[in-house]
């Protein structure tokens, strides 16, 4: 777990050394293995959502949905969702590489398009979130009400999304001060709004351009507008809270975050969460073998195209050190 300091980005931009630092966080000793009934209530407010949308597929396609539906809200899914795990995650909150210019900017639209926020508020929110992570002071844990069926179900639901109505703002001047002496990502933090339409309209253009038909821009923007936005939110929603409840832990943390596999590919590997939160800064959260981890692998692309420097792959002397 790190504090802002530590979590703030070396990518090409100050880094947030001026940031003030909360209380040094005490280390989280788990609790014993969650019972029967915890598992069970998990498992129903996961899987039935979820399952409910794969049945609407095969329900609607022909009628209500089609190719170019599936395509769109695919493009959109991807670049919207690694402009968060790629952007937003790894670059601007903890600083996992360095980025040109034109990078720093595409990767801050990229994000914004996934309409979870301006990049100066989803950044700050995320570094409190490292400095008390389980604890006092988080904005998004799920045990914030006790370690109860009961309590865990709200403290599931708060962690997924009831935060987000939380009236408490996390002050940037104080966690992302970097970002705050940054004119680019600023412009385009306060752009969102503009963004925001862009990401919800660009759907339904596409549709009427590729259809032709009214009927055509309607369904793009239903799948590739409501739909992608929606399944992207859940998806991120529940690093917050579905991998700070369950999941294997290979690594130590001052916790509870833990690894679900299946939630990897929608998440782009987010949810290898443990060995975020062991070794914030690294650049591949799977790092075990079989953990598919594409935001890493977008970030080598990066690399490679002399787009990113200084990535902070994982060391096995430090991955060693952090062995549970």
Known sequence: MSTPAEASPEAGRP???TAASPATPQPHVDPNPKRRGEQTALFLFIAVPFVALVAAVPMAWGRVLNWHDLV???????????GITVGFHRFFTHGSFRANRPLTIALAVAGSLAVEGPVLRWVSDHRRHHAFSDREGDPHSPWRYGETVPALMKGLFYAHMGWLFDPE??????????????????????AFGPLV??????????????TGTWQGAATAFFWGSLVRVGLLHHVTWSINSICHA??????????????????ALLSFGESWHNLHHADPTCARHGVLRGQIDSSARVIWFFEKFGWATNVRWPDTTRLAARRA
């Open 169 to 190: 703002n996390t002050n940037p001047q104080r966690y992302a001060p970097d970002l705050l002496r940054d004119r680019g990502v600023m412009f385009v933090s306060r």
């Open 15 to 17: 880094t947030a050394a």
């Open 246 to 263: 369950m999941g294997e832990r290979p690594f130590k943390s001052r916790d509870r975050s833990g690894n679900v596999w299946w939630l």
């Open 197 to 210: 339409i862009a990401s919800m309209g660009l759907p339904a253009l596409l549709g009427f351009l590729i």
């Open 72 to 82: 769109i809200a695919f493009v959109l899914y991807m670049i919207s969702g690694l």
